[in-house]
Nanobody, 124 residues
Framework: QVHLVESGGGSVQPGDSLRLSCSVSGLPFRGYAIIWFRQAPGKEREFVAAIHWNGDSTEYGDSVKGRFTISREDDKNMAFLQMNNLRPEDTAVYLC?????????????????WGQGTQVTVSP
């Protein structure tokens, strides 16, 4: 059975940093791209970042470029999202997904596996 478990969320102030983790089990991790999305109340799901299964290619949503960094550690079956200079508009539930396909993250609706999400709240 496949499990994706996010952790590392919390409540922080603007300008602070958080590091989210996505722990994956039940699938051949090295064969999957990992994608981070976020969803705020009343808003559509938003693509945040993705990393190719080879670890060399990454993509970011426009709103997080230059502030967020995605990475992966294949020997631990984990992926990470380092979030710096957080803003109130970054407040959302952050979810990680795994998929064998890479690309079209802002238009595709279906991804192979999802986690349950971790809450990030940024407020003064």
């Amino acid at each position: 059975q496949v499990h994706l478990v996010e952790s590392g969320g919390g409540s922080v102030q603007p300008g602070d940093s958080l590091r989210l983790s996505c722990s994956v089990s039940g699938l051949p991790f090295r064969g999957y791209a990992i994608i981070w999305f976020r969803q705020a109340p009343g808003k559509e799901r938003e693509f945040v970042a993705a990393i190719h299964w080879n670890g060399d290619s990454t993509e970011y949503g426009d709103s997080v470029k230059g502030r967020f960094t995605i990475s992966r550690e294949d020997d631990k079956n984990m992926a990470f999202l380092q979030m710096n200079n957080l803003r109130p508009e970054d407040t959302a539930v952050y979810l990680c997904a795994a998929d064998t396909a890479y690309g079209l993250f802002t238009t595709r609706k279906r991804f192979d596996y999802w986690g349950q999400g971790t809450q990030v709240t940024v407020s003064p």
